[in-house]
């Protein structure tokens, strides 16, 4: 029932007439009738008539409409591959849950910190991809060599991640490659490591000497367009460690030497440690987990630390507390600038 | 040989209060963690020998030259001076003025950790770009002691890529690179990037403990998150005033020596 503080709707299913209706119509047919003196005034719409008349729903599928809808799809087409400043890629062993965690967070760290971006994600293994992943990021799948573990694993999926970067470069200015449990911490950081390069350097990677690592670790690699070219991995001895100990990993090969003068290292930062090897932030700008897989810790400088931690450490429980409170966990371990970490 | 018994060598560049004051502290800090029985040889730089400590035996340097160059000399002739009485002693440490041991039972820890696998332990700071080895803190055994000789040159390049040219130490820098344990940062909590450091959980090395204007290697590499003043003496002030309760902030790992006031 229509009321006067309960008016009736205004999309009907069948074309109502009305006395107001009828009168308006009688009116605009006897002005047409009338021999034309003057131009024409333009009809405005009776508000109450306007409201009072059915919506007639046009035909879908007219030459406009149609039109309409092509230029929709290239819109769409044109944003997914208008150019962007920075390419960002992970490697992911699949899409288990704890996959997903990380993505999560990676991406609202991302999104916090970073304008101008688009995300790749580089799924290992598994058969399906999960809604999660296909509903957040770009996924692409290695090339060949699904079955490799451990370093050999994560050089295929490196490689993968730059075919498809030198695939798309020409959409892009910058290029990141990151590891699942690693991100960007710090506003601005873009612009920071960009300035920071300037034209001395082509790429900004993390070099972990608390591992007592010699070589450049790719869990963070920042590479500028010119130098995407160059990058080239493999599983090899890099030389010795800093204690004199053989040092076999993957190894960024075409930076390690030749090109190590144009390589900008990244260095731990925290403010606050909770270990001396994990939860680890370089250079302020980012934030590495380390072991973020769950798999048991076991790295190299282990035995190095063994009189200031115990050689067995909960990963899954630092994991856990990151995840709890990611703000408060990574502002203390940062620690410098706390206004310039987001929220997320 | 003694055994067990360790000579510490310090540098200092004059007689100053600060050459004073950490010349007190290190001394407070090897008698409350130095689990054996040692001596202490200081080499002074500048100033009057005699008046400057009852604690230590002082031996004067020659004057001339600034920075590296008398930290060189300094330490050969700490060298020189620990050969000369090699048989009265099994361990031997070189300090910077400004650094000094902060665990409990440091020495057998370290001597353990050394057990044949390395010659000498040494600083090593990464923090500051450096691929050198830093004398700021090195212990070793007389076999080590025999060879060792500092230079100062060319080392290599930095962890940018620009040249490094100091002083090092030889043949350890590059021969016998694999003899050396290094000693990395550790701090539980930084007050700086650069200064007020914990090696290893082990020794403390306060950088520009002379007061001097802070000036090193990568300080525009921490550009974008050091603090814009950066304030050597108010971190000396703040060390001198409560050793204990500063240390202990930066450390943090392990329960460390409380260290009596004198």
Redesign the interface.
Known sequence: MARRDRPLKVVRSKPQTHKEVLEELRKRQSDRNKPAQSPPKPIQPNPSLKAAMPKVRRPVKTEKVLKQVKANIQEQKDTVHSPKKLCIGTIFPDCGKLGEQWLDLQLRYIKATTKNFHHVSLVQNGSKISSFFSNNTEVIRPLGQRNAKNSQAHTVGLNGLHAHFIKHQANYDHFLFIDMDAFPIRKNWYDILVKKLGNNWELAIALRCENLETRLHSSILFATKPCLQHLKWGVHKVGVDLIGKSESDVNLMSHQTKRRKQSYVLLRSNQYQIHPLLCGVYYDLFYHHGCGSGRQFNMRSRPYWGHIVPQKFDVMGSIDKLMEDPNEFIGKLAGWHRSEYPQV | MKSGKLLVGSIFPDTSKWSRLWLRMQLRYLKATTRTEFDHISVLQDGDPDSFSNESEVVLSSRGGGGSVAHMRGLKLLKDHFMRVKDEYEFFLFLDMDAFPIKNNWLS?LDD?LAGQ?DLATI?R??NLECRFHSSVIFCRLKALEKLDWKIGEVG?D???GKENDLHILPYQEEL??????L?K?????VH?LLCSVYW?MFYHHSCGSGRKFRMRSSQY?G???PKETPPAAFIDEIMADSNTFIKKLTG??EHTHVPEE
């Open positions: 820890l950790r390395w090593l990464p923090e390049h962890l940018k890529g690179s694999t003899r050396v344990l290094p990395l550790s701090n539980k909590h930084l990037p959980d921490w974008h998150m050091m790992w392990t």
